[in-house]
């Protein structure tokens, strides 16, 4: 059942539903901009219908009244990075808890990778697999980092702060410009020496957002383009199987050329794969590999 016909009356919004109507909504303009809550008053019961009134009330967020806002919020996430350093930046959903088997998968992938690239781990620090890759990676006893934002799997979080994470380890964002510059910036390699990577785990809307500006980033050499950065996509019991035949229909649309998506990134279908694109990018001493290939095999 829902409310398929909306209409506002002043300060109050009607939903009406009917049987063989679907739904549509209506915002006077000056609604527009606002976020909104309700609050139900009453409703009335028929047969053939319902109507429910509610209440608009302004929601708990402040709108940006200046762009000065978010490059102050921009040069916040630098800051976090020239103190904490490059590193693995993580991209994965945040609905895939410790009860998913991927979950345990991530964990193990973020500890390794923090072992042999001896770096930075780098998230959204919010639920999900990108918990997962943050504890990991303090299991190695590695830093982490993360930029965080107010609204994680279609739920506003009921505080700015991390549950276990010290607040110097990360910045809160209520912009998600400034956290999308945050998290390129992060596996940006500004000097030979630095070993940083993007992996992308299995995720949603979220996920393939940040993923895809990342590869197009690649692409036009915004990323890369000096020291190149490996760009991990793992594809978990064939996570991303049906993406990539997407993709490669694109080839035969004219809309990708031959070879070009698998210059962007690396598909790795297991840990193992991963971490010996990693030894071999950043030619590592056969004696890590090995160590490496030990704990995951």
């Given at each position: ?10 300060s109050y919004i ?57 490059m102050k919020e ?224």
């Open positions: 059942m829902g409310f398929p016909s909306v209409c506002r009356l002043d009607s939903l009406r539903e009917s049987r063989n109507e679907g739904l549509k909504v209506q915002r006077s303009p000056n609604l527009l901009r606002r976020g909104l809550g309700f609050r139900f008053l009453k409703h009335e019961v028929s047969r053939q219908s319902r109507t429910v009134l509610c209440k608009c009330e302004p929601a708990d967020f402040v709108e940006r009244k200046s762009p000065c806002e978010v921009i040069e916040q996430c630098y800051a976090l990075i020239n103190n904490l350093g490059r590193g693995v930046v993580y991209l994965g959903s945040s609905r895939m808890g410790p009860d998913h088997v991927h979950y345990s998968k991530v964990f193990e992938l973020g500890r390794e990778i923090a072992k042999l690239l001896d770096c930075t781990s780098w998230s959204g620090v919010g639920p999900g697999l990108m918990d997962a890759a943050t504890k990991g990676a303090l299991d190695a006893r590695k830093p982490v980092g993360g930029f965080k934002i107010g609204k994680e799997a279609g739920e506003w979080t009921t505080s700015n702060y991390h549950p276990y994470l010290p607040a110097e380890s990360y910045l809160t964002c209520r912009f998600f410009s400034a956290r999308k510059h945050g998290l390129v910036d992060a596996a940006v390699r500004k000097t030979s020496s630095d070993r940083t990577a993007v992996v992308a785990l299995p995720g949603g809307i979220g996920t393939l957002d940040e993923m895809f500006e990342i590869m197009a980033l690649i692409q036009l050499e915004r990323i890369g383009s000096d020291l190149p950065v490996p760009f991990l996509l793992m594809n978990y019991d064939s996570f991303y199987s049906k993406l990539l035949d997407f993709l490669d229909d694109c080839k035969h649309w004219g809309t990708v050329s031959q070879g070009e998506i698998e210059s962007l990134w690396k598909v790795c279908d297991s840990n193992c794969q991963a971490l010996e694109y990693l030894s071999e990018f950043y030619s590592l001493p056969q004696t890590r590999i090995s160590d490496v290939q030990k704990v995951v095999s």
